[in-house]
C-alpha cells in the first residue's frame, strides 16, 4: 500500500535555526505533493504545493520545499525559524491517477523556543 | 470569499447511536473529501465526492457513508457509533480532483461515550 513517511516526530529547535523536515513516500506514478501546517487550535492550512515544473517550490512565511524524484522525497526547509513557527507539520502526496485523495505522513510537531 | 465550513464543532454521542456531519465547500468548489483524525492512527482518508458521485472511499467499514447535494454541500453518517470512532472529523474542498489542492474545514469533534 501507498505510504508517507515524516522522518522526525518531534523537533525542538531555538529561534534563527535552520529547519528541514523529512518526507518520502512509496508510489512509483505521478504524484502530486503537499505540506499542511496546523498551528495549535487552528486548522490545517496549506503551506505549499507542488503538481509538475520547477521541483523547488516556495510556499507561505519563507517556507520551500525540494521534490527529488529518485529519492521519491519532498523535504520542507526554512532557514530561519520564528516562535511563531510552532506547529504540526504534515506532508501529503495525492496519487494522479487515483482522484484527489489525499495520503498523510504521521506529521512532525515543531516546538521553537523563544 | 468563506472558507469550508463544517457542523457541529462538536458532537458527544453514546455508542450505538448515530451521528451525521455538515460541510459546506468554498464556493465554486465540486470536489468534498473527508477524514479522520485521531491521535493513534492520524489522518486517514474516508471519502471523496466530485458532482454528487462518490468517486474513492477509504478503509473504513460500511457503517461510515457520505453523500454530497446539487450545490457540493456534503454530508457524512456514521451508524452504531463505538468508542474508537471518536475522533476529529476534517472536510476538505477542492476544485477539481488531481492537480489541486485542498482546503480543510476546521473539524468536527466527535466524541463518543
Known amino acids: 500500500a501507498q505510504s508517507v513517511s515524516q522522518h522526525n516526530h518531534h523537533v525542538i529547535l531555538s529561534e534563527a535555526a535552520s529547519l528541514e523536515l523529512g518526507c518520502n513516500y512509496s508510489?512509483?506514478?505521478?504524484?502530486?505533493l503537499f505540506w499542511y501546517v496546523q498551528y495549535p487550535g487552528q486548522h490545517l492550512q496549506l503551506l505549499l504545493k507542488y503538481f509538475s515544473g520547477d521541483p523547488l517550490v516556495k510556499g507561505i512565511k519563507g517556507f520551500e520545499a525540494e521534490f527529488i524524484k529518485s529519492k521519491f522525497s519532498f523535504n520542507l526547509r526554512k532557514p530561519s525559524v520564528q516562535w511563531s513557527d510552532t506547529a504540526e507539520y504534515f506532508c501529503a502526496v495525492k496519487m494522479v491517477d487515483q482522484g484527489g485523495k489525499l495520503i498523510f505522513g504521521q506529521g512532525t510537531e515543531l516546538s521553537v523556543k523563544p | 470569499k468563506a472558507g469550508v465550513t463544517q457542523t457541529p464543532r462538536y458532537l458527544i454521542k453514546t455508542r450505538g447511536q448515530q451521528v451525521t456531519l455538515s460541510c459546506s465547500p468554498i464556493?465554486?468548489?465540486?470536489?468534498v473529501s473527508w477524514y479522520q483524525q485521531t491521535p493513534g492512527q492520524g489522518l486517514q482518508f474516508l471519502f471523496e465526492y466530485f458532482s454528487e458521485t462518490q468517486r474513492n472511499k477509504g478503509n473504513f467499514p460500511g457503517r461510515f457513508s457520505g453523500r454530497q447535494f446539487s450545490n457540493s454541500r456534503s454530508e457524512m453518517n456514521v451508524s452504531t457509533l463505538e468508542l474508537g470512532d471518536s475522533a476529529l472529523y476534517l472536510c476538505?474542498?477542492?476544485?477539481?480532483?488531481?492537480?489541486?489542492?485542498?482546503?480543510f474545514g476546521p473539524g468536527t469533534r466527535l466524541t463518543v461515550t
Open positions: 476538505a474542498s477542492s476544485s477539481g480532483l488531481a492537480s489541486y489542492e485542498q482546503y
Open positions: 508510489y512509483g506514478g505521478t504524484v502530486n
Open positions: 464556493s465554486g468548489h465540486r470536489s
